[in-house]
C-alpha cells in the first residue's frame, strides 16, 4: 500500500508541476501572434498618426518581435473600432481619446472605459480654431463675438464626433465668452483630412482640431489659425494668440491614449506597460513628440484608469453647460 501511494505523490507531483511550466510558459510566450493596433478612424488625423507612430517605433527599437500592423476601423466616433476592441484579446490594443468617455455620457454608446483596459496616456497637445484663409476672421474673439450675438449665425467643423476634446474646447472657450454653447451649429466629420477638406471648400466657416492638424497648413496659407488653447504661444505659431490673451480665460489640453479589450490577464497588463514605458522615452517617440507639436503626458495603466475617472467628471460637467447633457 505505501508502494503505490508514494508512486501515485509521485506523479500528482509531475502533474502540478507540469501545469505550473505550462501556466508560466503560456505568460513568458506572449504574444504568439500578430500585434494589431486600433486606429478607430479613417487614415489622417491623430488617432492615425498616433497608432503608426507606435507601430514604427515598436518596429524601429526592436521593442516587440511580432509582426505589428495598423488597422482603420472608422465611423461612430470610435465606437466601430472600440466595439472591435472588445472582444479581441490582448493582442490587439486601441487607440483611445476623450470620445471613450463623452460617447456614453451622450447616450451615444453603451461603452465606457471601465469596459476595456486601460494601458497608458500617450500625449497631448494643443487645440486651434481655424479659417479658411480668405476669412474675415482674424482672432477667435472676434468669431465668438458674432456667436455671442447670434450662436446659429457659424457653422463649426470638428472631427470624428461630438464629445472629444476639439469639440469640448470650443464649448469651453464659448461658454466663458457668454456663448449659449446649447444653440451652437457643429457639423461633424470622420477625420482630420475631410474636416480640412470641408472647411477650404467652405461647407463650414470655423474647424477645432489639433496644432499637428493644422500648423503645416497654417504655415503653407492654406487655413488661418486664430486661437490655440494653450497657456503660452505655440513655438512656430508666435502669430496666434492663445485664448487667454484674447479675454477668454481658458487652458485645454488634448490627450490620447491607448486601452486593451476587456480582462487582460496581470501578466498582459504587465507587458504592455513595459512595452509602452520604454517607448515613450525613446529617440524615436520624442521625435514624433517634437515633430507633431504633441508633448509628453505618460501615465501607465493604473495611473491611466485613475485619469479617465476624473476625466469623466470634467467632461460630464462641459456636456451639461453645452446643453447635450441633462
Known amino acids: 500500500m505505501k508502494k503505490y501511494v508514494g508512486i501515485l505523490l509521485v506523479i500528482l507531483m509531475v502533474f502540478i508541476v507540469g501545469c505550473s511550466d505550462q501556466s508560466s510558459g503560456s505568460a513568458e510566450d506572449f504574444p504568439d501572434g500578430n500585434i494589431e493596433i486600433i486606429a478607430p478612424a479613417t487614415p489622417g488625423g491623430g488617432w492615425d498618426a498616433t497608432a503608426r507612430a507606435m507601430q514604427k517605433i515598436f518596429d524601429d527599437e526592436g521593442l516587440i518581435d511580432a509582426n505589428i500592423n495598423v488597422a482603420n476601423k472608422p465611423g461612430g466616433g470610435g465606437e466601430v473600432g472600440w466595439q472591435y476592441l472588445k472582444s479581441q484579446d490582448a493582442h490587439t490594443i486601441s487607440i483611445n481619446s476623450s470620445l471613450v468617455i463623452t460617447n456614453n455620457l451622450l447616450g451615444q454608446s453603451d461603452l465606457t472605459f471601465e469596459d476595456f483596459t486601460p494601458l497608458g496616456i500617450l500625449s497631448t497637445e494643443w487645440i486651434s480654431v481655424a479659417v479658411?484663409?480668405?476669412?474675415?476672421?482674424?482672432?477667435?474673439?472676434?468669431?465668438?463675438?458674432?456667436?455671442?450675438?447670434?450662436?446659429?449665425?457659424?457653422?463649426?467643423?470638428?472631427?470624428?464626433?461630438?464629445?472629444?476634446?476639439?469639440?469640448?474646447?470650443?464649448?469651453?472657450?464659448?461658454?466663458?465668452?457668454?456663448?449659449?454653447?446649447?444653440?451652437?451649429?457643429?457639423?461633424?466629420?470622420?477625420?482630420?483630412?475631410?474636416?480640412?477638406?470641408?472647411?477650404?471648400?467652405?461647407?463650414?466657416?470655423?474647424?477645432?482640431?489639433?496644432?499637428?492638424?493644422?500648423?503645416?497648413?497654417?504655415?503653407?496659407?492654406?487655413?488661418?489659425?486664430?486661437?490655440?488653447?494653450?497657456?503660452?504661444?505655440?513655438?512656430?505659431?508666435?502669430?496666434?494668440?492663445?485664448?487667454?490673451?484674447?479675454?477668454?480665460?481658458?487652458?485645454?489640453?488634448?490627450?490620447?491614449?491607448?486601452?486593451?479589450?476587456?480582462?487582460?490577464?496581470?501578466?498582459?497588463?504587465?507587458?504592455?506597460?513595459?512595452?509602452?514605458?520604454?517607448?515613450?522615452?525613446?529617440?524615436?517617440?520624442?521625435?514624433?513628440?517634437?515633430?507633431?507639436?504633441?508633448?509628453?503626458?505618460?501615465?501607465?495603466?493604473?495611473e491611466s484608469k485613475e485619469f479617465l475617472a476624473e476625466q469623466t467628471e470634467q467632461y460630464d460637467e462641459l456636456l451639461q453647460q453645452a446643453g447635450l447633457t441633462d
Open 132 to 302: 479658411s484663409p480668405d476669412s474675415s476672421y482674424d482672432t477667435g474673439a472676434q468669431i465668438m463675438e458674432d456667436l455671442k450675438e447670434d450662436p446659429t449665425s457659424l457653422k463649426i467643423g470638428v472631427a470624428p464626433s461630438l464629445g472629444n476634446n476639439d469639440h469640448l474646447s470650443f464649448v469651453q472657450a464659448a461658454h466663458e465668452f457668454g456663448v449659449d454653447v446649447s444653440q451652437v451649429e457643429f457639423m461633424i466629420y470622420e477625420s482630420g483630412g475631410d474636416l480640412l477638406t470641408a472647411l477650404l471648400g467652405g461647407h463650414v466657416d470655423v474647424a477645432t482640431m489639433s496644432v499637428s492638424e493644422s500648423k503645416e497648413q497654417h504655415l503653407a496659407g492654406e487655413l488661418k489659425v486664430v486661437a490655440v488653447s494653450s497657456e503660452e504661444r505655440v513655438e512656430g505659431l508666435e502669430e496666434v494668440s492663445t485664448w487667454q490673451e484674447q479675454g477668454v480665460d481658458m487652458v485645454f489640453p488634448h490627450w490620447r491614449g491607448v486601452m486593451g479589450p476587456p480582462d487582460m490577464t496581470e501578466e498582459e497588463i504587465a507587458y504592455w506597460d513595459d512595452k509602452i514605458s520604454t517607448m515613450v522615452e525613446t529617440d524615436g517617440w520624442k521625435s514624433v513628440m517634437e515633430n507633431n507639436d504633441w508633448e509628453p503626458f505618460y501615465h501607465n495603466s493604473q
